[in-house]
Structure formats: structure tokens, C-alpha cells
């Protein structure tokens, strides 16, 4: 199975998680109260909000066809493909119905803002789930056995990475949804739209924001000096540039969030960015663990050829 399929399906599912972030930016969220119609049609009138939470839905219906696509690619494939590959096929269905189900159940029950965090966790999941897929399904990037060793001495801070990017993906996400980024600016109309009365206040908006900030610059430590690494080994060196441009862009528009009080171009394009990282990082993490099973797989023939002689002996007596 080749790696353009699970790819193109990555920036599919990037694609739809924009056009979910359009939808939390206008507060378009339940401009269809009820699921799986829209205002009791199939077919809404298309204008407004509507026509936007309407577009994200068929958006992700058309996504949802493209996963399922994929697992059947990975079942029709199964005797030649990567050993990991059916697993993968596993958690994107696990996933997507996931993803499925809490979109419902946030419509049908009209659940808090920060419920929706949950939602977000589950969509990096499986983007993260298709970034592996990618990984797994490209073409072998080292062969060499000092290559493959010097790629392993990257391994914790490659997963650190990752890990802390994953994690401020997420409590970003709960700082958006939670309203704790329009509270700080005194704006409600995202809790007002999912009709919630309970406004953070500013103490709690300014601790949230200030763990947001924190992270960032965590982040933005880990993925530089991740950089200068891969840079002096001359390992996995694009991916990992395309990580630090991504890093610094996001600290530019995080910035710019807070100047523009969360401008909707602003936001969006910062919202963007944090999957573009995700999924680089998620990547890069599984070469290196591919990079750790080739090397054993090597270590494990070279001691196979060395006992083979040995096993002739009786033979030979």
C-alpha cells in the first residue's frame, strides 16, 4: 500500500478541522440545533451559519467516505502491507466513529463548550493516526546501520516533542472552547451561542492564558533545539525544519491573537498551524521508532549468520 492515500487523507482530515475552527470562530456551532438534519431539513436554506455548520457537515461526511476508503485499501492490501498498517485502519475506524458520535451528542444535548475539547482531542487522534500511516507506508528513508544508531539518539527528544506539542494542541483547544479566550477579552458570544450563562472570570481566563503561553514557549524550546540536532546529524533535517518554521509562525500568530482580540483570520490560521505540527512531529516519531525495529531486525540477522555455523557442527561429526 503507498504512502499518497493515508497522506492525501491527512490533509483531508486538516482540511475539515479548518472548517471546524471557521465554525467555533463564527459560533456557528449550533446554528443546526438538531443532528443529523438542520432545522428539521436535509437541505437547509443555504445562507447564514447555517449554510457553514451545514458545509462542515457534509465536509466531514465526505471525509468519513475518503477513511473508510482507506481501511478498505488496507484490507484489500493486507498480505503486502506494513504489519502495522491493520491497526491503523482499526483506530481511524475507532476514531471517526468517535468523532461522529460526539458531534451528535454535543448537538443533541447541547453540551458546554469545553465538552468539545474532548472532540478535539479525538480529531488530532486521528490525524495522528494518518500521519503514521503516511510514515509507515513510505519508502525506506536509511538503510545504513551508523545512519539508522544516529537516528535512535534522537528518539526521546523527537517523542518529547511530540508529546508537549499533543499536549498544548489540547489545552489550546480547552482555552478556546472553555470561553476562557473571549472572557479574557470580555467577549461571550461563543458560551452565549452553546447557552451557557457560567462566564469564566478574568482571574481564571488570565491562569489559563498565561499555561497556554508557558506551553508555547516549551514547545518552542523542544522543537528548536530538535532542530539543531537533526541539523548537526544531518537526520530527518527537512521534516524537522519544517517543524521550526512552524513553531516560530505559531508564536507570531499566537501573539497576533492576542493583539487582534481573537480576529477570526487570526485564530484560524493559528488553529491550522497547530495540526501542521502535530502532524510533523507525529511523523518524525514514527520514523525513528521504524528506524529502532530495522535496526533490530539487522542486529537480529547479523547474530542469525554468526550462530549458522555453529548449528553445522553436529552435521558434520
Not at 478541522?17 to 440545533?33: I, Q, T
Not at 545512519?147 to 539518539?153: D, I, N, P, S, T
Not at 505540527?277 to 516519531?285: D, F, N, P, T
Request: proline residues 4%.
Amino acid at each position: 500500500m503507498g504512502y499518497r492515500l493515508p497522506f492525501f487523507t491527512a490533509l483531508a482530515i486538516i482540511l475539515d478541522m479548518l472548517l471546524g475552527g471557521l465554525v467555533v470562530g463564527l459560533n456557528a456551532g449550533f446554528a443546526c440545533p438538531d443532528w443529523p438534519r438542520c432545522n428539521g431539513s436535509l437541505l437547509p436554506p443555504m445562507q447564514g451559519l447555517e449554510l457553514l455548520e451545514y458545509c462542515h457537515r457534509f465536509a466531514t461526511s465526505l471525509l468519513s467516505v475518503l477513511i473508510l476508503v482507506t481501511v478498505f485499501e488496507a484490507w484489500h492490501r493486507r498480505k503486502s502491507a506494513h504489519r502495522w498498517v491493520p491497526f491503523l485502519a482499526g483506530f481511524a475506524v475507532l476514531f471517526l466513529i468517535g468523532q461522529i458520535v460526539l458531534g451528535a451528542v454535543i448537538v443533541k444535548f447541547v453540551l458546554p463548550g469545553w465538552f468539545t475539547t474532548i472532540d478535539v482531542a479525538n480529531s488530532m487522534l486521528l490525524l495522528s493516526t494518518y500521519a503514521v500511516w503516511t510514515a509507515v507506508c513510505m519508502p525506506k528513508l536509511e538503510t545504513l546501520p551508523q545512519r539508522l544508531g544516529q537516528m535512535l539518539e534522537l528518539r526521546k527528544p523527537i517523542w518529547a516533542t511530540c508529546g508537549v506539542i499533543f499536549l498544548q494542541v489540547v489545552y489550546g483547544g480547552f482555552f478556546r472552547h472553555s470561553g476562557a479566550g473571549e472572557a479574557y477579552f470580555g467577549q461571550t458570544a461563543y458560551l452565549s451561542s452553546h447557552h451557557e450563562t457560567d462566564i469564566p472570570s478574568k482571574f481564571t481566563s488570565t491562569a489559563l492564558l498565561q499555561g497556554h503561553i508557558l506551553l508555547a514557549v516549551i514547545v518552542t524550546v523542544f522543537v528548536v533545539l530538535l532542530f539543531f540536532m537533526c541539523l548537526r546529524k544531518r537526520i530527518l533535517l527537512w521534516p524537522a525544519a519544517i517543524l521550526a518554521c512552524a513553531v516560530l509562525v505559531q508564536m507570531g500568530l499566537g501573539f497576533a491573537s492576542l493583539a487582534t482580540a481573537l480576529a477570526l483570520a487570526v485564530t484560524t490560521a493559528h488553529w491550522l498551524v497547530s495540526t501542521v505540527l502535530l502532524m510533523v512531529s507525529v511523523y518524525m516519531s514514527t520514523r525513528v521508532k521504524l528506524a529502532q525495529s530495522a535496526l533490530a531486525q539487522i542486529k537480529s540477522e547479523h547474530l542469525a549468520e554468526q550462530s549458522f555455523p555453529s548449528r553445522l557442527e553436529p552435521s558434520k561429526i
